[in-house]
């Protein structure tokens, strides 16, 4: 049985002021960090424009409680 994926994409030019975005990888491992330590199945990765957050969809409404409380949605 295949688990279901959602994608979730934040361009760079809506990231807060508080990421530095001249280091894309650092951003995409701390958002991934977080959603690690609240037991969300994620992984991030920098895009040439944007972060990609890959995680199961039955963890995403637990994904959108973190990455609002990180000012990224």
């Known amino acids: ?13 809506m990231l807060p002021d508080h ?6 990888n650092a951003i995409a491992e701390a958002i991934e960090t977080t959603l690690r330590q609240d ?12 972060i990609k957050i890959e995680l ?3 963890q ?5 409680t ?3 409380e990180l000012q990224l949605i």
């Open 1 to 13: 049985m295949n688990m279901a994926t959602t994608t979730i994409r934040i361009d760079y030019a």
């Open 56 to 58: 199961p969809t039955s």
């Open 60 to 64: 995403l409404a637990a994904a959108s």
């Open 19 to 24: 990421f530095d975005r001249s280091r894309p």
């Open 39 to 50: 037991g969300i199945k994620a992984e991030a990765s920098d895009i040439f424009s944007h």
């Open 66 to 68: 973190v990455l609002a």
